[in-house]
């Protein structure tokens, strides 16, 4: 009987990839197969509308020892008989329906991605966007999304370290949630998700499982919601406790010799879990359903192979091992039961104790159709593009006070009121906390170090796709300069609309393209990332907002560059340019144009060979030691960068340097390849050299110290004034 639409849709299968399913079986899916193959095929899993665009992106590098897709998570040689596993996922569809559950297991899988890979989850980070804080509902999601960030990262001991936070109409029905995870693997073993010969035992280890998370990638990630209430049982509940002694009892395990694999079951549960291994090892399957652990009565198989629920992982077992296994797991109070068999072949044969339930091709399931994209740039965004700033009245405001309503504004205040809820000092590896431009993390035993970061802009996507997914890598390469770090790989989660669409296609397409031609600037891979579609709220979707993840490293951890000022009498510099007088196209998608003047138009641009040359200048001046503080230039432009200084580090400042043509574009335009450094003055010359070395532009243009910020007579506040409007900003925003 053929299946009906409500059930297509139930697990987002369209009715071509139905007939399709038909057509490779040569006969109707039964419901449990049916089940599977929504959950395989779904875009969380099956990537069908991403698959062809990620295929693009750089993932060569000497440094690289796992290629992205292969693995849980990307792999790179940090020397030193070290590597950083590291990965970046999405959370958002659960978390708009239950933000602190969502948010929370969000944590959990990009954790559980990580230790799979054998590696000991060192940090995390997170990528967050949300409507505007003036409404009930949108201040219940944050809250929400930031508590369970840190109830859940807190209990399992892995310091939170660093992120960003942005607010945005467009994100008011979906709020964006992307979880980074970094783990270090000393021992030199990295562990593979799939089986080593046929005869391997897959165990089931962990929590039991429930009916919660069930249609989670199919039914969440996979298709637009604007009912949220009926898809809050496919949201899944974590249990941090659990985690963390699943953590130990896993990485405690992969030293028996008879541990062969290990994978995560995360997204589709039982099903993703163990058919891709399956797949990875080029073997079939054979699974009893009956085996596993259930926390509810009633289950039945499909439940089984569906279920989200957390706190789950799979080993794969050489024959005989499965009783050293057991005893490991029995000691930290864990399940850890045998439910499959690898065999020769190509089927996955799915039981109920002495019942066959489903008979299928391995590669049937793993090989969702692929979409390609045409789509031509919309008619809308090229009258966007347009749009000349001449004629824009200057407001009817003074420089210093648009100043301060800039910094005390929901995206630019201190994050402090988030960060101060993560525990970020755990494990004591933190040299740069929260609050800077990347996070630094010393490597035990060695001399040297990592910078992490994450950044993305949906706004300056959504006016320029290929520059804002190039600017999102160079950004994130740029925070990791300014304390010093250089850039070793990327991870990406692509947050766009209904693939569907035309203009989402667009979109898409060229972001990828613009994070392809800015990685390659850096030579840098992709290492690792995470796509999430279908992000819309009631008739509109979120804006186009690649986020992208940076690995860096230290050569000497101890000589890295912090934000703030650190002292009076300092040579203030910027690098990337040679005189303030800013064109008045850099207010083009500016946090200034959008909260001054209401608008989101104009085209940013970047120039990927200053960026580079940029970056290095800074790199090299403080590897040379010569940087006393270094912060880059983004959102809110360049007087919003030296206010930031000026209030991390206490110092005032005079900017002094000559300014022509329009204020607003020169104090806030958000002109790409920029970077604030200060240099006591005896080494001004060498960084002069060091900067036209690499062809980097650079211009001396003020002095730190005093009790105020003074700038080329526009600016005059106090930094008293500024210090309580950037501190309090976002808790005043967000406090109702």
């Known amino acids: 009987m053929p299946v009906t639409q409500e059930t297509l849709d139930e697990i987002a299968l369209s009715r071509a990839e139905y007939e399709a399913i038909v057509d490779r079986l040569g006969r109707e899916p039964n419901g449990l197969e049916l089940g599977l193959f929504g959950a395989l095929w779904s875009e969380h899993c099956g990537y069908k509308h991403s698959k062809p665009l990620l295929r693009t992106l750089p993932s060569n590098s000497p440094h690289l020892l796992v290629a992205p897709g292969a693995e849980n998570a990307g792999v790179i040689d940090i020397g030193d008989g070290l590597a950083i596993a590291f990965k970046i996922e999405s959370h958002n569809h659960p978390s708009a329906i239950e933000p602190h559950e969502g948010a929370a297991t969000g944590v959990g899988g990009i954790v559980r991605d990580i230790f799979a890979m054998g590696a000991r989850p060192i940090a995390l980070l997170n990528s967050l966007r949300f409507g505007p804080p003036d409404t009930q509902r949108n201040r219940y999601l944050f809250n929400g999304v930031v508590g369970g960030i840190s109830a859940y990262g807190n209990c399992i001991g892995i310091p939170n370290v660093g ?131 259930r926390r509810e009565e009633g289950m039945n198989a499909y439940e089984v192979m569906l279920s989200e629920s957390q706190e789950r992982m799979l080993l794969m077992v050489s024959p005989g091992g499965e009783a050293q296994v057991t005893e490991i797991f029995d000691k930290w109070d864990l399940w850890a039961v045998p439910v499959g068999e690898f065999v020769t072949g190509d089927t996955v044969d799915i039981y109920d104790g002495d019942a066959l339930i489903s008979s299928t091709s391995v590669r049937t399931l793993t090989d969702p159709p692929e979409y390609s994209f045409t789509a031509p740039k919309p008619a809308w965004l090229s009258e966007l593009n347009s749009v000349e700033f001449s004629d824009l009245p200057l407001p009817d405001k003074t420089p210093s006070e648009v100043l301060l309503q800039l910094l005390g504004s929901a995206n630019i205040a201190s994050r402090r009121s988030v960060f101060q809820q993560y525990d970020h000092q755990v494990q004591t590896n933190t040299v740069v906390s929260p609050g800077g431009d990347a996070a630094v993390m010393r490597l035990r035993g060695t001399k040297s170090g990592i910078a992490l970061s994450t950044d993305g802009n949906g706004r300056l996507t959504y006016l320029a796709p290929f520059a804002g997914g190039a600017i999102a890598v160079a950004e994130a390469c740029r925070n990791m300069a300014a304390v010093g770090a250089r850039p070793l790989a990327a991870t990406d989660c692509l947050n766009f609309g209904n693939p569907d669409k035309p203009d989402i296609q667009y979109q898409l397409t060229e972001a990828v393209a613009g994070i392809k031609a800015a990685c390659d600037a850096f030579d840098i891979p992709v290492v690792s990332g995470n796509v999430s579609l279908y992000n819309e709220g009631i008739g509109s979707a979120i804006y186009p907002t690649p986020v992208i993840g940076t690995l860096g490293k230290l050569e000497d951890v101890s000589v890295h560059a ?92 005079t900017i002094d340097a000559e300014l022509s043509g329009r204020w607003d574009a020169a104090l806030f335009g958000e002109q790409q390849s920029r970077i604030v450094v200060t240099v006591d003055t005896n080494h001004a010359s060498q960084l002069e050299a060091i900067a036209a070395q690499h062809g980097a532009p650079a211009i001396r243009i003020g002095t730190t110290g005093g009790k105020t910020l003074t700038m080329s007579g526009l600016l005059d506040v106090l930094l008293t004034q500024l210090t309580s409007t950037w501190d309090n900003g976002l808790s005043i925003a967000t406090s109702g």
Do not use: W
Not at 282 to 288: E, T
């Open 562 to 653: 912090t934000a703030g000022f650190k002292g009076d009498g300092d040579a203030v510099y910027l690098l990337g340019v040679d005189s303030l007088d800013a064109a008045e196209s850099t207010l083009g998608g500016s946090e200034y144009l959008t909260q001054i003047h209401g608008l989101v138009e104009g085209e940013p641009t970047i120039d990927l060979e200053l960026e580079v040359a940029v970056q290095n200048a800074c790199i090299d001046a403080v590897e040379a030691g010569i940087i006393r503080s270094a912060h880059d230039c983004s959102d809110g432009g360049l007087a919003i960068a030296i206010a930031e200084s000026c209030v991390i580090g206490g110092f005032g400042a």
């Open 163 to 293: 992120g960003e936070v942005v607010f945005d109409e467009s994100y008011s029905e979906n709020p964006l949630v992307n979880a980074l995870c970094v783990g270090l693997i000393e021992n030199g073993r990295i562990m593979s998700a799939s089986p080593r010969n046929p005869g391997d035992i897959l165990m089931l280890v962990g929590a039991d499982t429930g009916r919660d998370g069930i249609h989670g990638a199919s039914g969440l990630a996979s298709r637009t919601f604007e009912d949220q209430a009926e898809l809050r049982s496919a949201v899944q509940v974590g249990n941090p406790f659990l985690e963390k002694v699943l953590i130990e009892a896993c990485l405690e395990a992969i030293e028996l010799d008879t541990v062969v694999g290990l994978q995560d079951c995360g997204a589709a549960g039982l099903t993703s879990a163990a058919i891709e291994c399956a797949e990875r090892g080029n073997m079939g399957l054979h699974l009893d359903v009956a085996k596993v652990p």
